[in-house]
């Protein structure tokens, strides 16, 4: 596998694994298709080897472009997603075209041009939520949000190619992500930056959801583990076995900022949150994949990601994200 498509290559988890990537296989040339919407950023790349880096700017739902993107391409991993809860219980129809329509112009182009593997990257939102125990590959999907409904659709669809075309598509369902060069409206970069800055943490009801924390660069290599390794037909769970409450993780932000719990603000929940996610993720483990960095240590070089980089995180508060903001917590 020397040229392989990365879908979404501008945003937080696609960049973190084209890095990774490049570093690992001296031999690797990436095509890199991104809309570049709000949340794709060209700043996350900054540091690349640009002759094995080449970058498309455009929509996997069109799909022409998507057949131009992956033409000469070994495999494809798909990325690209509209990817916060909060935005799709605003406002859906992006995240059907992308997450469902865009899935779809993807396996076309893998039949058509009979590529090697096809990753899509879907999440453990599909599953629902789980009071105990943790779900495994083969248990029904619930989704329960618009987001997770996308993209469970999404990867339903495309294994259909597997069965009914022999499209080698892998699915690889991951925990909550986090790391360098998050966009800021997911809970953990907000929470920091706002500390930093001396702002509320707008914590939703009583705090008390858990989420599984996962290492960017720990979810990045279960992917590229699951596309090498992998079968085709399969769906494999990355989970990063860190299971916290929100307001665990939340008094972890302000122990490493060195900030007060008076920051903490409660508010409204969010319609529909989902208590609590949870995977098993023996089935990739089998496969030699394990996640590396420790809770302890992925949050303390996260903390001092953000607060070594404001250069990058200051300019995307200072945007389209104001709007949101407001929208999203003016009257909550
Ligand atoms: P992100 O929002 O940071 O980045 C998404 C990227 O996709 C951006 O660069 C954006 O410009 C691009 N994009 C959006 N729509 C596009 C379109 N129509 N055509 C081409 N490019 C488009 O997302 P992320 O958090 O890095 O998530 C990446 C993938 O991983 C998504 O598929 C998401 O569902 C999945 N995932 C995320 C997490 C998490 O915790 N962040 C966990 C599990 C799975
Ligand atoms: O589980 C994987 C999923 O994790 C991915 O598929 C999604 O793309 C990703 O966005 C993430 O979804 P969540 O909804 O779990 O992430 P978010 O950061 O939005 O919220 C994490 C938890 O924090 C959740 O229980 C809601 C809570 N929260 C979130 C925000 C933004 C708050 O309490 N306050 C907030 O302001």
């Known amino acids: 596998m020397n040229r ?32 570049l919407t709000y949340a794709g950023n060209m700043d996350n790349l900054k540091d690349i ?15 022409d472009v998507v057949r131009k993107a992956m033409d000469g391409c070994d ?55 789980i009071e105990s125990g943790s779900f495994v ?12 409904a996308t993209k469970a659709g999404g990867e339903l669809l495309g294994m259909t190619y597997f069965h009914t075309f022999d499209v080698p598509v892998i699915v690889t369902r991951g925990s909550n992500t986090y790391g360098p060069n998050q966009y800021p409206e997911k809970v953990l970069p907000l929470f920091v930056t706002n500390a930093i800055d001396d702002e509320p943490l707008p914590l939703y009801g009583d705090g008390k959801n858990v989420r599984d924390w996962l290492y960017v660069e720990d979810h990045a290599r279960g992917i590229d583990h699951a596309l090498r390794h992998g079968e085709p037909g399969q769906v494999y769970n990355v989970s990063g076995s860190n299971e916290k409450e929100n307001v665990t993780l939340t008094h972890k932000i302000l122990e490493l ?70 929208r999203q917590y003016g009257n909550k």
């Open 4 to 35: 392989i498509c990365v879908t979404g290559g501008a945003g937080f988890i696609a960049s973190n694994y084209i890095k990774f990537a490049l570093d690992e296989y001296p031999d690797l040339h990436i095509v890199n298709l991104d809309k």
């Open 75 to 129: 495999a494809i991993i798909n990325f690209a997603a509209d990817s916060h809860v909060d935005r799709s219980i605003m406002e859906a129809s992006d995240f059907i075209a992308t997450n469902v329509r865009g899935v779809h112009n993807i396996v076309e182009a893998a039949k058509e041009m009979k590529t090697h593997r096809v990753l899509l990257v879907s999440t453990d939102e599909v599953y629902g939520s």
């Open 257 to 326: 900022v060195g900030k007060g719990p008076d920051l903490i603000k409660p508010i409204q929940d969010r319609p529909g949150h989902d208590r609590r996610y949870s995977i098993d993720d023996t089935k990739l483990m089998g496969l030699g994949w394990k996640p590396l960095t420790s809770w302890e240590d992925g949050m303390a070089k996260t903390v001092k990601w953000y607060q070594d980089n404001e250069w990058w995180w200051r300019k995307i508060k200072s945007g389209e994200f104001r709007e949101y903001y407001e």
């Open 137 to 148: 590959e083969t248990d029904p999907l619930g989704p329960r949000n618009p987001y997770s």
């Open 49 to 63: 080897d640009e002759s094995r880096h080449t970058f498309i700017n455009g929509d996997i739902a069109d799909a």
